[in-house]
């Protein structure tokens, strides 16, 4: 896709960032991927350093402490950062800290700004967004069985959360919690800002994820909340109101993962590219295989595919418009395409592309859970289905050029 296509203030942090990336973070994500003392210190000092360089926070305006030009300028700037896995958290913008700043700076109180936005965008503290519970499904939250109950001027909670993404040390949670089970059914929840030190929060474990506990921010926790207090004053965006503030951060969010994932592609398709040209076997290049060739071939399609669908959901959502259709469609495809992706140039380099020489198996591990998270595939196969199918009931049929 041309470079016209993206915002011109855009095209001059990306040069920024690269060579950020190349002098600081490639290099380090051996070091990193260690988790130990030595690999959190060395994350500091890149913090510091991305800092200093003014590349801090892009996914957040300078008013909210952050650098950021905008929803495109974030959408297209993840297209880099997404390259390493480790990226986003050096420059500020991990997951879910980054989506929970969005709501924050959105719907929060000038209050709640000053007590959990502030210093979660300058790094001080890290948060939770604690929605998906292990005893019902989580693609479908009204489902949702943690309760708030009002008491006096506090919200009392008790509930149950699991896959509660980077809790271990957190400083405070966004939790999902039924508020009115007697109201229309996506006016029952309540997103409420929970402190982790508040009495009756209980970080139970982090949850192996494919063989791995993590430590600190690359952990998926189960939590507790029994009886917790918190103020009304804890609210976030009102109440009955959490089912529309998901939606504005899982909109937009899911550009954001799949603009990283067609980082994560892109390597992947540079490494295999490379290895086929230079691997011999039977005679010749790996390159000269036509299984091969499918594979470049495959790749390079849907990756272009995927570049096309996000830029097309992305300015759509900058539009005004919530781009449900649009935004689904892509989530799925983008997560198939990047798993397949890996997974072929894993097969390229044979036993190598398992070994810790090259990213890829990281890659791997990760890009596997983009297909459940932020809805499973078949939750968005079905959401694109039921719309484009009620549409062609209405009669309006369906027009892929609007
Ligand atoms: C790495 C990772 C990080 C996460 N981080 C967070 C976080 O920070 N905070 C948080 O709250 N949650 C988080 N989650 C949870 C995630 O959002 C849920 O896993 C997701 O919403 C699916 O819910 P579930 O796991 O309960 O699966 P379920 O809802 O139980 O679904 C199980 C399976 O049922 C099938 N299915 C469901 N509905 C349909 C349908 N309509 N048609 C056909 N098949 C269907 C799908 O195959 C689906 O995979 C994370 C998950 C992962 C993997």
Redesign the pocket.
Known sequence: MSDALFPADYLEARDRYRAFMDEHIYPSEAAIEREDDDSFLLLDELRDRARAEGLWAPHVPPEAGGTGLGFLYYACLNEEIGRSLYAQLVFGCQ??DAGNAEILHLFGTEAQKEQFLRPLVAGEVRS???????D??????TLLRTRAVRDGDDWVIDGH???????DGAGFAIV?AITDPEAEQHRRGTMLLVPADAAGVEIVRSVP?MGHAGRGWNT?CEVRFEGVRVSVENVLGGEGEAFRLAQKRLGPGRIHHVMRWLGQMQRAFELMCRYANEREAFGGPLAEKQTVQNWVADSAAEIQACRLLTMDAARKIDEGSEARVEVSLLKFYAANALVQVIDRAIQVHGARGLTDETPLAQMAL?AR?A?????????H??VVARRILKSFRDGDGWSFAD
């Open positions: 997951a879910p939770f967004f604690a929605m998906t519970e292990p019902v499904a989580g693609s479908d939250p959360k699991w896959f509660s993404s980077g809790a999902f994820v998926h990760h859970a297909r459940i998270y932020d809805g499973p595939d078949e939750v196969r079905m």
